[in-house]
């Protein structure tokens, strides 16, 4: 069983010392897209020289300027990234899913991390060094793998971009609902209302006042961590 880590302590498990972990790792590794298709030998590789760590729910993994030695695979759990205004607002720019990798800015652009990432779930991660991916890209193959992973992020700060001025909050709030939790009547919800606000790209006042409106047309009940649709919400033609 993995030592958990606690908000602000790093523990770290390396593969070369748990050879018994390595094939197992494989296959969760190559279901991430940056390293689908790669050779075994490659991937016994990465595995070698990566480290295993598991974050508890509300643990930070990394702060918004701290320096930046390695980058992540999420394997379990969801990760939130965040940044900070310069009034000290905090804005989530993503809430990570396996297998996404995150914080691959520190291999070329920074020295340190342009965002906090923090666990929203007990999590399990991968992390590779800065110094060792760098002798990877050495290799052809493995090498635009990682070009095309980068498209695909600026791809997605693309459509972040159309879906934040092409879609009010209340389209983007179901939107949100539809996509991390799936179309049902009743939900429970891992998330608070203010990391949900940050997601949907508002504020926490304008999503609170979102919730009265939709309460006040019975379109939806929000007790705690339960939610609860109007019967029929998902069916209806004008629905996300």
């Known amino acids: 069983m993995l030592p958990e880590v606690r908000p602000h302590i790093n523990l770290k498990l390396t593969f070369r010392r748990l050879p018994f972990i390595q094939s197992g790792m ?13 050779s075994d030998d490659t991937l016994d590789r990465i595995v070698s020289e990566g480290n295993l760590r598991k974050v508890i729910k509300g643990g930070l993994v990394f702060c918004e300027e701290d320096k930046g030695k390695e980058f992540f695979v999420l ?26 990798t995150f914080a691959e800015t520190i291999l070329f652009e920074s020295e340190y991390y342009p965002v906090t990432a ?19 890209l050495d290799q052809k193959d493995f090498r635009n793998e990682f070009i095309s992973m980068l498209m695909g992020k600026l791809e997605y700060l693309a459509d972040r971009i159309l879906y934040l001025t092409s879609f009010e909050v209340e389209e983007r709030f179901f939107m949100f609902l539809s996509e991390n939790y799936g179309k049902h009547e009743k939900y429970t919800i891992d998330m608070t209302k203010k990391e949900i606000a940050g997601a949907i790209g508002t504020i926490p006042e304008t999503f609170s006042r979102l919730l009265k409106r939709l309460r006040a047309k019975n379109i939806l009940q929000w007790e705690k961590n339960e939610l609860t649709l109007v019967r029929g919400f998902w069916d209806r033609s004008d629905t996300i």
């Open 26 to 38: 494989k296959d969760l590794l190559s279901k991430a897209q940056l390293f689908s298709g790669l």
């Open 75 to 100: 394997l379990e759990g969801k990760i939130r990234l965040t940044k900070s205004t310069e009034e000290g607002r905090e804005i989530i720019l993503k809430i990570v899913s396996p297998p996404e």
């Open 118 to 136: 923090a666990a929203i779930e007990d999590s399990r991660l991968f992390s590779i060094s800065r110094r060792s991916f760098h002798s990877f």
